[in-house]
């Protein structure tokens, strides 16, 4: 065993979770700010530390922009009361929540989040798999017993209702998205991520080559994280927030960290399937210098911000689908959709290559 | 440590398979279907042992991410009761006991035809994912297209009998 790539590999793992877990608090804040924008309020703007809240310019801007407003809902979610109800099935109350969140950050794992660092063999990947997409499919497929767990061990009619909508909802969408993303590799030749991205660097990004496969993965990403267009495991109006009714306090927010998680993780997949991952038109060699490798991650950093903002723009601006309707988008129009894709881009690629 | 992790997932794979079957604990059908789970995801780790990683990753897609979340389904959706309460079925336990009769004899029979393990036990399909496509499409075209048309069968059954009025 190669004692410095475990160690670089558990200082990747332990950078990438708190880099995570600091986007989530802030894409909750980001969340609130555009949601008040869009509907015309002010948002969260109260929240202040003691002593830097009072810090005459700067301290203030920072409360209203609510950038301590993490802090306080973290702490709201850690104090208070853990409630149980009696007539729960125990273990999988309690197991439910971890199940939801693990998947989301195991994604993250083959996800390259930029070219290398310092050393060329230092590459920024947690784990360079040659099947890469396969096994973040395979991942993301396991995040949906976190949520029929939840409704099954919650033992009551809402949150069993939500659990079986989401089972049924999740694999039909990931049917759509597996399909999707076939193009891509047709196209590009390899599964593994950071060839991939190779290939957008001299090639140019997917997006232009696969247009539709994109639409449909962006469309089923938002079914897979139970986002709006698509909650209804957790439709307020008709579930009382399905899965979750019964939950509360850090098992509560441990559900909500797993959606976020799962928006990142969708984000950065996207950045890397479509969007040329670290590259950027004018930077398409690996780094040699530390400082481009920094700047590769940040590049990358910020293509996954403006993803993550539509994520939340089309929450605010669109209505929920009704039941029926989201199963007849899944399975009659992008199945379909999605094999026609394939095979255009199939008889295309076999037509140009003779 | 190769086979430290092979014994650890071997082991893992039995006790989730033993448990599946036969829990002292619990006879709540979704237990054991959450067992299931667990067994077909520490042989997606045998897989990985292997140097299998495509065939790893496709169990664990298909089978954990897509078969047992369909069981799932199908159980929360029948009455739970009464399978709980269901002891012994003769039947059963004969049916059972011929096919893994039948099954241990192909095992023992593979097992005694293939080669004994030489020296150089390393695996060869390094990253399978090309020679396993090439494969499949080439040598084994027709086994693969059959298998494709049963499922396809089988699916149309589905459909049929799903149809409330026949004409």
Same mark, same amino acid.
Request: proline content about 5%; glycine content about 8%.
């Given at each position: 065993?190669?004692?410095?790539?475990?160690?670089?590999? =558990?200082?990747?793992?332990?950078?990438?979770?708190?880099?995570?877990?600091?986007?989530?608090?802030?894409?909750?804040?980001?969340?609130?700010?555009?949601?008040?924008?869009?509907?015309?309020?002010v948002?969260?703007?109260?929240?202040?530390?003691?002593?830097?809240?009072?810090?005459?310019?700067?301290?203030?801007?920072?409360?209203?922009?609510?950038?301590?407003?993490? %802090?306080?809902?973290?702490?709201?979610?850690?104090?208070?009361?853990?409630?149980?109800?009696?007539?729960?099935?125990?273990?999988?109350?309690?197991?439910?929540?971890?199940?939801?969140?693990?998947?989301?950050?195991?994604?993250?794992?083959?996800?390259?989040?930029?070219?290398?660092?310092?050393?060329?063999?230092?590459?920024?990947?947690?784990?360079?798999?040659?099947?890469?997409?396969?096994?973040?499919?395979?991942?993301?497929?396991?995040?949906?017993?976190?949520?029929?767990?939840?409704?099954?061990?919650?033992?009551?009619?809402?949150?069993f209702?939500?659990?079986?909508?989401?089972?049924?909802?999740?694999?039909?969408?990931?049917?759509?998205?597996?399909?999707?993303?076939?193009?891509?590799?047709?196209?590009?030749?390899?599964?593994?991520?950071?060839?991939?991205?190779?290939?957008?660097?001299?090639?140019?990004?997917?997006?232009?080559?696969?247009?539709?496969?994109?639409?449909?993965?962006?469309?089923?990403?938002?079914?897979?994280?139970n986002?709006?267009?698509?909650?209804?495991?957790?439709?307020?109006?008709?579930?009382?927030?399905?899965?979750?009714?019964?939950?509360?306090?850090?098992?509560?927010?441990?559900?909500?960290?797993?959606?976020?998680?799962?928006?990142?993780?969708?984000?950065?997949?996207?950045v %890397? !399937?479509?969007?040329?991952g670290?590259?950027?038109?004018? !930077?398409?060699?690996p780094?040699?210098?530390?400082?481009?490798?920094? !700047?590769?991650?940040?590049?990358?950093?910020?293509?996954?911000?403006? !993803?993550?903002?539509?994520?939340?723009?089309?929450?605010?601006?669109?209505?929920?689908?009704?039941?029926?309707?989201?199963?007849?988008?899944?399975?009659?129009?992008?199945?379909?959709? =999605?094999? =026609?894709?394939?095979?255009?881009?199939?008889?295309?690629?076999?037509?140009?290559?003779? | 440590?190769?086979?430290?992790f092979?014994?650890?997932?071997?082991?893992? +794979?039995?006790?989730c398979?033993?448990?599946v079957?036969?829990?002292?604990?619990?006879?709540?059908?979704?237990?054991?279907?959450?067992?299931?789970?667990?067994?077909?995801?520490?042989?997606?780790?045998?897989?990985?042992?292997?140097?299998?990683?495509?065939?790893?990753?496709?169990?664990?897609?298909?089978?954990?991410?897509?078969?047992?979340?369909?069981?799932?389904?199908v159980i929360?959706?029948?009455?739970?009761?009464?399978?709980?309460?269901?002891?012994f079925?003769?039947?059963?336990?004969?049916?059972?006991?011929?096919?893994?009769?039948?099954?241990?004899?192909?095992?023992?029979?593979?097992?005694?035809?293939?080669?004994?393990?030489?020296?150089?036990a390393?695996p +060869?399909?390094?990253?399978?994912?090309?020679?396993?496509?090439?494969?499949?499409?080439?040598?084994?075209?027709?086994?693969?297209?059959?298998?494709?048309?049963?499922?396809?069968?089988?699916?149309?059954?589905?459909?049929?009998?799903?149809?409330?009025?026949?004409?």
């Amino acid at each position: 065993m190669d004692w410095n790539f475990i160690f670089f590999s =558990a200082v990747k793992i332990v950078c990438v979770i708190g880099a995570v877990l600091t986007m989530f608090a802030y894409s909750v804040l980001a969340e609130r700010k555009i949601s008040a924008f869009i509907q015309d309020r002010v948002g969260p703007n109260r929240a202040a530390l003691p002593l830097i809240g009072s810090v005459p310019v700067v301290g203030r801007f920072l409360t209203r922009l609510g950038f301590w407003q993490p %802090v306080a809902d973290g702490l709201k979610a850690i104090l208070k009361e853990d409630f149980t109800p009696s007539y729960v099935r125990k273990v999988y109350f309690w197991l439910a929540p971890a199940i939801a969140l693990i998947p989301s950050f195991l994604t993250v794992a083959v996800i390259p989040f930029g070219s290398t660092l310092g050393n060329p063999n230092n590459k920024m990947v947690i784990a360079d798999l040659d099947v890469g997409i396969l096994y973040t499919f395979g991942i993301v497929s396991l995040g949906v017993y976190g949520i029929v767990l939840a409704g099954y061990a919650a033992n009551s009619k809402y949150p069993f209702l939500g659990g079986i909508r989401s089972s049924a909802q999740m694999i039909s969408y990931e049917i759509a998205m597996g399909m999707s993303v076939v193009p891509l590799f047709l196209i590009a030749g390899n599964l593994n991520l950071g060839k991939l991205i190779e290939y957008q660097a001299h090639h140019g990004w997917l997006i232009c080559y696969a247009p539709v496969s994109f639409f449909i993965f962006l469309v089923s990403a938002f079914a897979e994280t139970n986002r709006l267009p698509f909650d209804l495991p957790e439709c307020e109006t008709e579930l009382v927030a399905g899965y979750n009714t019964e939950y509360s306090s850090m098992k509560f927010a441990l559900f909500f960290m797993g959606e976020y998680a799962n928006m990142i993780a969708a984000s950065s997949m996207m950045v %890397v !399937l479509f969007f040329g991952g670290w590259t950027f038109p004018g !930077l398409t060699t690996p780094a040699d210098a530390l400082a481009t490798g920094l !700047l590769h991650i940040g590049i990358f950093i910020g293509k996954m911000l403006l !993803l993550m903002l539509v994520f939340i723009w089309v929450r605010w601006m669109l209505p929920r689908f009704r039941y029926d309707q989201l199963m007849d988008l899944g399975w009659r129009r992008f199945i379909p959709l =999605a094999l =026609a894709n394939i095979l255009v881009c199939a008889t295309w690629l076999w037509w140009t290559m003779k | 440590m190769q086979d430290l992790f092979f014994y650890l997932f071997a082991f893992l +794979t039995l006790l989730c398979a033993f448990l599946v079957v036969a829990n002292p604990f619990s006879r709540d059908p979704v237990t054991s279907a959450m067992f299931l789970v667990l067994t077909i995801v520490s042989m997606a780790g045998l897989f990985v042992l292997l140097h299998a990683f495509f065939l790893a990753a496709v169990q664990i897609l298909v089978y954990a991410g897509a078969v047992m979340v369909l069981f799932l389904f199908v159980i929360m959706l029948l009455d739970l009761k009464e399978e709980q309460r269901r002891r012994f079925n003769g039947f059963g336990v004969v049916t059972g006991v011929i096919s893994i009769a039948a099954i241990a004899a192909i095992f023992v029979k593979a097992i005694f035809e293939s080669p004994a393990p030489g020296g150089d036990a390393t695996p +060869t399909l390094e990253g399978a994912t090309k020679p396993l496509g090439r494969m499949l499409f080439n040598d084994y075209v027709l086994p693969f297209e059959i298998l494709s048309v049963l499922l396809l069968v089988a699916m149309v059954g589905v459909i049929l009998l799903s149809k409330k009025d026949l004409k």
